[in-house]
């Protein structure tokens, strides 16, 4: 896992943004950077992903079940819809999740979440926006 001091922040999402772009371009790739801001690129676009909550990076297995929801959208949709389809899909479940009971409950909660969403809740619960860098 990443450094506390790698994390995507209000602070440095410029240069999360551009160096999201580029490592994209340098693999030819989607690249996805998760944490309490996700970053899902290409060489051109950028969506930053505001969903989710801090104890799903505080539970072992968001990042696989990240990996599952991802490999699922795949199969309905290009590579880059499906990563950030994926993230919002995890975070909006992960938002839902929310519990006072403890990180035990939460990762019931999420896998209880992401296995009943509908798209209504999705499209009305996701904090997405395409990225344009000022001096891009």
């Known amino acids: ?6 994390a995507v922040t209000e602070d440095n999402l410029d240069a999360s943004v551009a160096f999201a772009k580029s490592m994209a371009a340098r693999l030819n790739a989607v690249v ?14 950028c ?3 505001r969903n989710g909550r801090p104890e799903m ?13 991802c490999a699922c ?4 949709a290009p590579a880059f819809e499906a990563a950030v389809s994926a993230c919002v899909l995890l975070g909006v479940a992960g938002e839902r999740a929310e519990t006072p009971r403890g990180s035990g409950t939460f990762f019931v909660n999420l896998m209880d ?12 619960s996701q904090h997405t926006e395409e990225y344009h ?3 891009a």
């Open 1 to 6: 896992d990443a450094d506390v001091a790698d």
């Open 32 to 45: 996805a950077i998760t944490g309490a801001i996700d970053l899902v690129a290409d060489e051109k676009t």
């Open 133 to 135: 860098l000022e001096n």
């Open 113 to 124: 979440e992401l296995s009943t969403l509908d798209g209504r809740t999705v499209f009305l």
């Open 57 to 69: 990076g505080k539970i072992t297995g968001t990042g696989c079940m990240l990996g599952a929801v």
């Open 73 to 76: 959208c795949l199969a309905a």
């Open 47 to 49: 969506y930053v992903i």
